[in-house]
Nanobody, 114 residues
Framework: QVQLVESGGGLVQPGGSLRLSCAAS????????MAWFRQAPGKQREWVAS???????NYAGSVEGRFTISRDNAKNTVYLQMNSLLPEDTAVYSC????????WGQGTQVTVSS
């Protein structure tokens, strides 16, 4: 049973933008914080951004000012707007959330290259 589904990844040139989406089942989304993580080839997974159930946000230093996390509670969806993308942003991006942050999506590939 798929409960978190990401979309919106792709290939973009440096300086470009992408918006990722993560659609969640209500049992995972409602009343819980949500987060985005990423994993680049050969590197450990790293936290990117999180948003609380009431909308409070936090960002990793490497993306602050360039990425924006948001949520639409009516659609059970969390977004990650990524601007001014850099080659080092290339990674598989996954969303995470639910009780005890125990649920993960399958990930979506983001490649930043000219």
């Amino acid at each position: 049973q798929v409960q978190l589904v990401e979309s919106g990844g792709g290939l973009v040139q440096p300086g470009g933008s992408l918006r990722l989406s993560c659609a969640a089942s209500g049992s995972i989304f409602n009343g819980y914080g949500m987060a985005w993580f990423r994993q680049a080839p050969g590197k450990q997974r790293e936290w990117v951004a999180s948003i609380g159930k009431n909308g409070g946000t936090n960002y990793a230093g490497s993306v602050e000012g360039r990425f924006t996390i948001s949520r639409d509670n009516a659609k059970n969806t969390v977004y990650l707007q990524m601007n001014s993308l850099l080659p080092e942003d290339t990674a598989v991006y996954s969303c995470n959330g639910g009780l005890n942050w125990s649920h993960w999506g399958q990930g979506t590939q983001v490649t930043v290259s000219s």
